[in-house]
């Protein structure tokens, strides 16, 4: 939301820019599955989702002069890298913890769910389905937070 807001200059419509990509994203989720990175490209939607709704709304509002078009490339994500890191690490917390280290093992690391079950003497398939509830609790704890929602959806 905060990067919608440095276009739209309007807390409420950014977060409905955000609400509608995220609309979009969810509706047509069979089409992103190829994409690698997502966040970049999350980033590309909503930068211009928020531009359109500027167009749109010209006549009504009148565009500040400071208003940056520039490549997201150009904006400085660290700030909302921070914040998300700070809110995951704050949920990842609260899980149960053989929820919470097969999701870091699995999500954050990057091993295979074989691996795991062999590093904390389990079997894949509570791998599996320890994974599949970190997941579905860590939504559940971030509804308030739509991007990083969004991400857990994807992994």
């Not at 739209?8 to 995220?22: L, R």
Request: aromatic fraction near 10%.
């Amino acid at each position: 939301m905060g990067y919608s807001m440095r276009f739209v200059k309007d807390e409420y419509i950014a977060e409905e820019v955000v609400g509608d990509v995220m609309f979009k994203l969810w509706n047509e989720r069979t089409r992103f599955e190829s994409i690698k990175d997502i966040k970049p490209y999350l980033y590309q939607m909503v930068r211009n989702a928020s531009i359109d709704h500027i167009r749109k709304n010209q006549k009504i509002h009148s565009l500040d002069p400071d208003f940056d078009t520039g490549d997201s490339e150009d904006f400085d994500f660290d700030f909302l890298e921070e914040e998300v890191h700070s809110v995951l690490i704050q949920a990842l917390q609260n899980l149960p913890e053989k929820c919470r280290r097969v999701f870091e093992h699995s999500c954050l690391e990057g091993m295979k769910y074989k691996e795991i079950a062999e590093l904390m003497e389990i079997s894949v398939n509570t791998v599996k389905s320890q994974r599949t509830r970190a997941i579905e609790l860590l939504q559940n704890q971030l509804r308030n937070h739509p991007l990083i929602v969004l991400i857990l959806a994807f992994l």
